[in-house]
């Protein structure tokens, strides 16, 4: 079992799976973002996360999608990948899969679908017994908005004793959470934002980076953040964290996937079309969307991205 924490910090773009007119996962369409994202100084990527559709594909094409992304990228930027299922032994088969496909860490959600029976003492075996089972390290994910479960400090400082347990992403958006967290276990847990629109905040608390649906579409800006907290300069890092929230509500809570998807292609990126159920925005939507990305100075107003 590997122990890579040092490679378990900076920016981390969940990135989108691409498909192509038919439904079809649309590999060279990901290889071509990946070769955009590579521009930056990211430390690795997400696949198989919620900006994913991981939830919506199957066990082939995710392998597909963790092979196809491991060849597009260069040893020194680590894959994550999401391999938490409604069963402890679906959950352990995948992780497996997928360290055998080249992932460096497993990002693994609480199962939740008997919600009510997941107390502390279910979902701790649940995550011990994975990274007793698991060949990489492994990251707790918190997504309280999707799976209904918001992971306790208490569970999550006592998880953290496992030696192949090395950190966390956490979406819930509870900085205080991550502070007292932090304050337990110092930099050898790692703690990663699960949102832009608390990066800094999280950052002050301990956070060494962000796993962050932003970064698909604003990778420097998201890296400028980080760059200027550490450098003491808050007063920047505040400025342009509030300049991305907007953006980052669009992409998330407001209009989700498919308005990620719809700003990639804004960017000269490949989105695609979303998987059903999911539907694509709605013209309104998506005017309102390309006004929120030139006002937050992500596209200009010729449509041609600012990072390039």
């Not at 604003?218 to 300049?243: F, H, M, N, T, Y």
């Not at 509500?249 to 407001?254: D, M």
């Not at 700003?263 to 998506?286: F, K, N």
Request: net charge neutral.
């Amino acid at each position: 079992m590997g122990t890579e924490v040092p490679r378990l910090e900076g920016i981390f773009p969940p990135i989108p799976t691409p498909f192509d007119a038919g439904g079809e996962i649309d590999l060279k369409a990901l290889a071509e973002n990946l070769d955009w994202w590579n521009r930056f100084d990211l430390t690795g990527f997400v696949v198989l996360g919620s900006n994913g559709e991981a939830a919506l594909l199957d066990e082939t094409e995710k392998l597909r999608l963790v092979d196809s992304a491991r060849a597009a990228l260069s040893e020194d930027r680590s894959l994550i990948v999401g391999t938490g299922l409604p069963s402890t032994r679906a959950t352990i088969v995948l992780t497996r899969a997928v360290a055998d496909a080249g992932a460096d860490f497993a990002l693994v959600l609480p199962p939740s679908y008997y919600k009510g029976q997941m107390t502390d003492g279910a979902l701790g075996r649940h995550f011990r017994t994975v990274a007793d089972a698991s060949p990489i390290p492994v990251i707790l994910y918190n997504m309280p908005a999707c799976t209904g479960i918001d992971l306790g400090a208490e569970l999550i400082v006592s998880l953290a004793g496992h030696e192949n347990i090395v950190g966390l992403k956490d979406s819930s958006g509870n900085v205080a959470k991550l502070g007292r967290i932090h304050a337990e276990l110092g930099e050898r847990f790692r703690i990663l934002a699960g949102s832009g629109s608390f990066l800094l905040p999280a950052l002050a608390m301990g956070a060494v980076g962000g796993v962050l649906a932003l970064a698909n579409i604003a990778p420097r800006q998201c890296i400028e953040i980080r760059r200027l907290s550490k450098g003491g300069d808050i007063d920047a890092a505040r400025e342009l964290q509030v300049r991305m929230i907007s953006p980052n509500t669009a992409v998330t809570r407001r209009w989700g996937v498919p308005a990620l998807k719809a700003a990639m292609e804004m960017l000269g990126l490949r989105g695609g079309p979303v998987r059903p159920p999911l539907r694509p925005l709605g013209g309104e939507q998506r005017d309102e969307l390309r006004a929120i990305l030139i006002e937050a100075r992500i596209l200009d107003r010729n449509e041609k991205e600012m990072n390039r």
